[in-house]
């Protein structure tokens, strides 16, 4: 069974910085393409960041020049690297792979104050 436990989440202020980690285990994980994604309650979970198997990246548009997503198969573990943050990407973040969602973890809540 795959698992997914999401940290680095913490609440700073207007245009700090956190540094997400997800460690996946009970799977191959440098055959996945990863991402993160993040969620507000009552509303639709988006995606934030995707890498591929080979490294490519890819953004969504709030997160182009602020958010570095990264991985590192040796430790099966996927970043997400976060800077000049703002209120609005407040949210509980996720990882998964990018199609055929395994189940969810828990996430890691990151809250911006302004």
């Known amino acids: 069974q795959v698992q997914l436990v999401e940290s680095g989440g913490g609440s700073v202020q207007a245009g700090g910085s956190l540094r997400l980690s997800c460690v996946v285990s009970?799977?191959?994980?440098?055959?996945?393409?990863m991402g993160w994604y993040r969620q507000v309650p009552g509303k639709q979970r988006e995606s934030v960041a995707i890498?591929?198997?080979?490294?490519?990246?890819k953004y969504a548009a709030f997160a182009k020049g602020r958010f570095t997503i990264s991985r590192d198969n040796a430790k099966n573990t996927v970043y997400l690297q976060m800077n000049s943050l703002k209120p609005g990407d407040t949210s509980v973040y996720y990882c998964?792979?990018?199609?055929?969602?395994?189940?969810w973890g828990q996430g890691t809540q990151v809250t911006v104050s302004s």
């Open positions: 998964n792979k990018v199609r055929g969602y395994w189940s």
């Open positions: 009970g799977t191959i994980f440098s055959r996945s393409n």
């Open positions: 890498v591929s198997i080979g490294g490519n990246t």
